[in-house]
């Protein structure tokens, strides 16, 4: 031992209190807390940030029990490739990330503390935000659904699901075109509207078209489309509410030709222009008069008779054999031969006159036609017979009972009863027959049809009046009515459902234009006037208009949809107009409700920096929606004893109010009935207010209130907020609580997002103050330090020139460590500046050519090295998305470590490369050099660590730990794997 030794400990010592001081000046400015505890769970070391968090830490002076089990936590440490190991924690309502980070050489772990209170909260908001949403869509009784810009499905209700029959995962993402739903003759409908909603001509449509549903049936569909355009009338998204009508549109089509039958058939039968080719004998003869007539020509002439219709129904019949009745008319083919006879052979013959013919089946008929109004309707007949002096063939009669099956001796005993008949008798018959033709078709067409059209004019009465029933009852389901005007007359009808959608009693009030215009709202009678009559003085066949109606009954603002259509003579005049007006206003409600609310989330998400933005735009939509000419907003403090008045809608500030006072607050106890809903915790509707006996007066230059309606917003079982409305023309009504009410709601949760949206850009703010200020301190700390630095490196080569001679070998190394310790010290704060900015450069992601970036690193090395014969293998065409600049760092200190711990290895050998699995990119860099044992694998990414002496592989351990910091901001890992005198291989992933 010589004898400096000991001061040189002593100095050692000094130097090392300094550095481990200047080291510990790190963490202490550290805005967030950072401990250090030993391998038992004591504390070694806490910042400020950390005894101000964790004073149990503190107290206890070590780990803390609600962090979690301290050996536990060690062992997987110690067993975790990477040494790292992250958790979260709650201490009453703030929330930490902790990383706990093993250091094995120094036998302790470090704790590392953030707050992410704040972002849980914004999470939570914005899941409930979009649960409320979700939950509104799905609970619609319209089907919703949303496309994006290219019209790609986005939003699938479950409305949606029971309308069309696809599930929502079958159809999100499919473009609207490729699915299969558009019935072809309506596809054009389908197109147009596409168009004008991409070329924003109509933001908002109705249409009605035919869709096919995923079964094959096809269904009719009301679609109200809502567009949203950017700045520059781009289309962003479409939200469709549809629908299904199948049912209205079937009973309507039912009951227009129920009724069109039913006119039809009384036009036929009453009017002398009417088509009795349209109706049937039975519809025109009195058969039971015509029955008791040829009932007693039979009992005189015992011939068979019978009327037939065109189709071979029996309408009248008497005396009809055994021989057909039993055998001939139950056997199919035989009866095809009287059918044939009563149809086709009796085709043609001319009116006055008959026809003598023998029937397949073997026997004699005689057919005169039945002419009523000039339409063949029928013949009569007389028939079944054979002549006296002719000889019966009974072998074709036998034959037939054999062919068909018939009883044989049944067969032939029936036809020995069949008449025999004279010739004489035929002619004398024949006579009677065409005179009894005649007077049947006489009879019906003159009184015998006039009897029974008065009957039949009675029952097509009831059943006009029965349809007509069924209509009014589908018009009140669809709230529809019709009317029509007669302008030779200038009467006008109205339907029932007229009468109820205008307020009006029957009975009370005659129907006219001009009454028809007085119920139209004032603001619209003009244009609705110009519609009609514009219609009419420009020869079109029809009109349309959407406009507003006054309810007479009860004074309520309705929105109707009126259609015309016009008849003209054969002059081309204008003689009547048909049309049909719709009550469409909870259909208007429903549109301006959706409309509110994607106002209200659009606005809020693009021009609203600031509470009180938020709170403007919902207050104006509440007063839009429910047509109102107030509007207000309160919040409630905690304590449930204070009103804070925080905004007025915008038509308030301008036109109702001009007293100041936002921010004001007001005693909930000493507020007026405006303030009963903050008491009650329910919403408060006051349509009289001047009657009101507890109410206050009203603040300077306020108009006089009328009508109110105010609604608390309740969290966690307290009201929080209170919105009212004011001064609406009519009564408030249960539906503008409820619109009120959800529009409160989703304004309040809007503003809770925005409240932690400024929070955090406050907090965000401080950060970047704190890392500016640390940026500074740094620089100023690294100039500090390195104008003594470059003294002692200064006067120390000094003295090694200039005294070299003067000094022995001791007092020479002493000088030349003091140089070579002033020079590291150097290079140890140029790489903790660098490690310092690693984490705290803006980062830019780009297409990165990884390849590029290791063949220029690769050639740096050589270049700086010539002397070296290293083998570097590239991969070709490794591209990677992230920072080009910092990947450019993490690359070289990867394929820098692999240059320098391969110096020693007589054949070097780096190979740079990439592999896939399971989607996911790894890159490597894998060297031949002297590797290390993987029991010292935890130490490789922490600051100055180093598993190999520095007199053999010089370095300051920053460059790993530049690499882990580079990855880790993009998201991804870094690992390796080594034996050693085997080489290294270090692996690592980017999101």
Request: proline share 3%.
């Amino acid at each position: 031992m010589t004898a400096g030794t000991p001061r040189n400990a002593s100095r050692k010592n000094k130097e090392d209190t300094a550095e481990r001081k200047r080291l510990a000046s790190f963490p202490e400015l550290n805005p967030n807390p950072v401990a250090e505890l030993n391998l038992n769970g004591s504390v070694l070391y806490i910042n400020k940030s950390g005894k101000k968090t964790f004073p149990d830490l503190v107290k206890l002076g070590r780990f803390h029990p609600l962090m979690g089990n301290w050996d536990k936590l060690v062992e997987k440490l110690r067993n975790d490739p990477s040494g790292n190991l992250t958790r979260e924690l709650e201490i009453g309502a703030t929330c930490y990330h902790l990383t706990f980070v093993y250091a094995p050489e120094e036998k302790a772990v470090r704790l590392y503390a953030l707050d992410i209170t704040k972002r849980k909260l914004l999470e939570n908001e914005l899941r409930t935000a979009k649960h409320i949403l979700d939950d509104q869509i799905n609970n619609s009784p319209l089907a919703i659904i949303e496309f994006d810009s290219e019209f790609h499905i986005t939003k699938w209700s479950e409305e949606a699901e029971n309308v069309f029959g696809w599930a929502a995962e079958e159809v999100i993402g499919i473009k609207m075109t490729d699915l299969a739903w558009i019935y072809e003759e309506d596809l054009q409908i389908v197109e147009e509207e596409s168009r004008n909603l991409f070329s924003a001509k109509t933001p908002r449509s109705l249409n009605t078209n035919r869709n096919v549903r995923k079964d094959g049936s096809v269904i009719w569909c009301e679609w109200y489309d809502s567009a949203v355009y950017d700045s520059n009338e781009n289309l962003i998204s479409v939200l469709s509410q549809v629908l299904d009508i199948t049912k209205r549109m079937e009973a309507e089509e039912a009951l227009k030709s129920s009724e069109q039958r039913v006119r039809r058939q009384l036009e036929n039968v009453l009017s002398p222009e009417g088509d009795l080719g349209a109706l049937e004998l039975a519809d025109i003869v009195d058969a039971a008069a015509i029955q008791s007539l040829v009932n007693d020509f039979y009992a005189i002439s015992g011939i068979p008779m019978a009327l037939i219709d065109l189709k071979g129904d029996v309408v009248v019949g008497v005396g009809w054999q055994d021989i057909c009745t039993r055998f001939h008319r139950i056997n199919e083919e035989t009866c095809r031969f009287c059918v044939e006879s009563d149809i086709h052979l009796t085709e043609g013959i001319p009116a006055g006159e008959f026809k003598l013919y023998r029937c397949k089946n073997g026997m004699w008929d005689m057919a005169t036609p039945i002419i009523i109004g000039g339409e063949h309707l029928g013949n009569l007949f007389c028939g079944q017979f054979f002549f006296a002096d002719e000889a019966v063939d009974r072998a074709f009669f036998a034959n037939q009972a054999k062919r068909y099956g018939f009883a044989k001796d049944a067969y032939l005993a029936a036809l020995e009863i069949v008449p025999r008949v004279t010739r004489a008798d035929v002619d004398l018959t024949i006579n009677v027959y065409l005179k009894l033709a005649a007077n049947i078709s006489q009879l019906s067409y003159n009184n015998i049809r006039l009897a029974r059209l008065l009957v039949r004019k009675d029952e097509l009465t009831k059943a006009l009046e029965s349809s007509e029933d069924r209509l009014n009852r589908a018009q009140s389901i669809a709230k529809v009515g019709s009317w029509e005007l007669n302008l030779i007359t200038n009467k006008m009808t109205w339907s029932d459902e007229i009468f109820r959608i205008f307020g009006l009693e029957k009975q009370a009030f005659e129907a006219t234009y001009a009454a028809f215009l007085d119920i139209v709202h004032p603001a619209d009678r003009a244009a609705a006037d110009e519609a009609y009559a514009s219609s009419l003085c420009e020869g079109q066949d029809s009109f349309e208009i959407m406009h507003r109606i006054v309810n007479r009954a009860n004074g309520d603002i309705r929105f109707v949809e009126d259609k015309g259509q016009h008849f003209r003579n054969n002059e081309g005049r204008v003689v009547r107009s048909v049309g049909m007006v719709q009550d469409i206003t909870e259909r208007k409600k429903a549109d301006e409700f959706m409309r509110s609310q994607l106002h209200m989330l659009t606005e809020a998400n693009t021009s609203a920096q600031f509470l009180d933005d938020i709170l403007q735009i919902f207050l104006d939509e509440c007063e839009s929606l429910t047509g109102s000419q107030i509007g207000f907003c309160h919040f409630v403090d905690e304590d449930q004893q204070m009103l804070i008045l925080q905004n007025y809608s915008t038509k308030t500030l301008a036109n109702a109010c001009t007293a100041e006072g936002i921010g004001t607050r007001y005693p909930i106890a000493d507020a007026g009935v405006w303030a009963d809903c903050a008491r009650q915790g329910r919403p408060i509707i006051h349509n009289d207010y001047s009657s009101l006996p507890n109410r206050r007066g009203t603040p300077a230059g306020h108009v006089t209130v009328v009508r109110e309606l105010v609604i608390p917003i309740t969290k966690n079982g307290q009201v929080v907020a209170i919105f009212g409305v004011g001064n609406k023309a009519t009564d408030y009504t249960e539906a503008d609580v409820a619109a009120l009410t959800h529009l409160g709601n989703l304004s309040w949760e809007m503003i809770r997002r925005k409240r932690t949206e400024e929070e955090l850009r406050l907090s965000a703010a401080a950060l970047a103050t704190a890392n500016q200020e640390l940026e500074t301190f740094a620089y100023s700390v690294s100039h500090d330090l390195r104008a003594p630095l470059r003294s002692l490196d200064g006067f120390s080569r000094a003295l090694l020139e200039d005294y070299s001679d003067q000094l022995d070998a001791t007092g020479t190394d002493y000088l030349v460590r003091l140089r070579k310790g002033s020079q590291k010290m150097a290079q140890l704060i140029d790489d903790l500046l660098n490690l310092s900015r690693m984490t705290r450069q803006d980062m830019t992601r780009h297409r990165v050519d990884v390849t590029a970036l290791a063949e220029k690193i690769a050639k740096n090395l050589a270049e700086q090295s010539p002397e070296r014969k290293v083998k570097i293998d590239i991969e070709p065409g490794m591209v990677a998305d992230g920072d080009p600049k910092l990947l450019e760092v993490a690359l070289g200190n990867l394929i820098g470590n692999a240059w320098k711990f391969t110096s020693q290895t007589e054949k070097a050998r780096i190979e740079v490369g990439s592999r896939e699995k399971d989607r996911e990119k790894t890159y490597f860099v894998r060297d031949n050099g002297v590797g290390f044992d993987m029991k010292y694998a935890d130490k490789l990414f922490g600051p100055f660590q180093r598993l190999h002496h520095a007199a053999e592989f010089p370095g300051t351990g920053i460059g790993l730990a530049t690499v882990q910091r580079i990855i880790n901001r993009h998201g991804g890992q870094v690992w390796a794997t080594s034996k050693p005198g085997k080489g290294a291989k270090f692996s690592f992933t980017l999101s």
